[in-house]
């Protein structure tokens, strides 16, 4: 079923991954925008979106924690799943030469031993104080929490904020050229779990279709950019079953 992509993938030079929420379900974190997602459950009244907006958060970094703090700070809790690992398998064997550009927060392809990750909205894995900039690990932030405290700076006792892009945020210029870059030399995009509704990182795949290159995306959901793939699987786990049984058995 998946021999096309195998064949794909040998005869490449360069290849990068976009991975999105859907990834991270296998490991029992919620996506946004499905059904049961974070967007589909109001707190306080107030719809996540609200509370994910960096003007919101200045104002109010106290009821953010208290949502957070079910959501995102328990991440720690999920392990790698065999999306992770076989990513880090594929990296270590030369597969993705330009490296995993990642929608997600949650640090588990860093967990999973990857090297060249690209969190393009942000990591939870550590918070900097929004008064004098020194970085606070995700450890001191979970804590303060989960002891219903606001992580605040233990220098100037300013507000820790996470270090992951609002709303109203910009992404990190450097880091979007860079993806840009990767995009536009790469012969072969795998996407991965992202229905690609997110703008600029939606659009990173776009770069590649202008240039005629192979894209493979395994999605559950229909994305703008299906037309333009060379290969459209929806199914993540048994797409990354085979993905890992052609691994073993070609570099064991």
């Given at each position: 079923m998946f021999e096309e992509f195998f064949s794909l993938l040998e005869k490449s030079?360069?290849?990068?991954?976009?991975?999105?929420a859907g990834v991270s379900t296998l490991s029992g974190i919620p996506d946004f925008r499905s059904s049961d997602g974070l967007y589909s459950k109001e707190f306080g009244h107030m719809r996540v979106e609200e509370i994910l907006d960096i003007d919101f958060f200045k104002e109010h970094p106290d009821v953010f924690y208290s949502w957070a703090k079910d959501n995102w700070y328990n991440i720690d809790q999920a392990e790698p799943n065999i999306i992770h690992k076989t990513l880090k398998k594929a990296e270590d064997i030369g597969f993705i030469t330009e490296g995993i550009f990642?929608?997600?927060i949650d640090f588990l392809h860093e967990r999973a031993g990857s090297r060249k990750v690209f969190p393009l909205h942000g990591t939870l894995e550590r918070g900097y104080c929004m008064n004098c900039h020194s970085y606070h690990e995700y450890k001191e932030i979970s804590n303060a929490v989960h002891s219903d405290k606001l992580p605040i700076c233990s220098t100037c006792k300013g507000v820790i904020k996470p270090d992951i892009v609002f709303y109203g945020e910009n992404l990190d210029m450097s880091l979007l050229t860079r993806a840009e870059n990767a995009f536009y030399n790469a012969d072969l995009v795998i996407v991965l779990g992202s229905s690609l509704v997110v703008n600029p990182a939606a659009s990173l795949p776009y770069i590649s279709?202008?240039?005629?290159?192979?894209?493979?995306?395994?999605?559950?959901?229909?994305?703008?950019l299906d037309s333009y793939a060379k290969l459209r699987y929806r199914d993540l786990k048994s797409f990354f079953d085979s993905f890992s049984e052609y691994l073993e058995k070609n570099n064991p």
């Open positions: 030079k360069r290849q990068v991954v976009l991975t999105g990642t929608q997600n279709a202008r240039k005629g290159r192979n894209i493979v995306i395994v999605n559950r959901d229909d994305t703008y």
